[in-house]
DNA sequence: GGTCTGACTAGGT
DNA sequence: AACCTAGCCAGAC
């Protein structure tokens, strides 16, 4: 935040994009997880929230899925199509079901450690 | 400035 | 396994 309410685009839209960043190709991460690493345990939502207003390319929020291992379905189905097509040319597979299996492709933030 | 909404989740039916 | 409910809380109106 700041004093004069200058471009605060709230800093946990800021801590989000950070973390997503960190998510390696060919891995996802779930919203809870997301919410927890930017230190906003709980509130998964607005995780979601953050993606859903990101305009930044550089940003890969396709690789946010939800605990269940599935895209999470939006108002437009257009971009859970592209989001699994994005996913699929990573590598990562889908159940029949069209689930990702988080036990296989789920994110081990061990890259943080990394700095 | 009170309400409504929603890219979520865990827990209960 | 599908569906419902209650917490969550930052934006949009």
Sequence with gaps: ???RGQK???TTYKTIYKIVMQI???SVATYGQVAKLAGISGQARQVGYALNAITDNHI?????INAKGEISPRSDSAFARLQRELLEH????FSSQGKISLQLYGW???TLLNK
């Design 108 to 110: 081990k933030p061990a």
């Design 8 to 10: 605060t685009k709230s």
């Design 90 to 93: 990573e590598g990562i597979k």
């Design 60 to 64: 890969p929020w396709h690789r946010v």
């Design 1 to 3: 935040m700041n004093v």
């Design 24 to 26: 390696p190709r060919g």
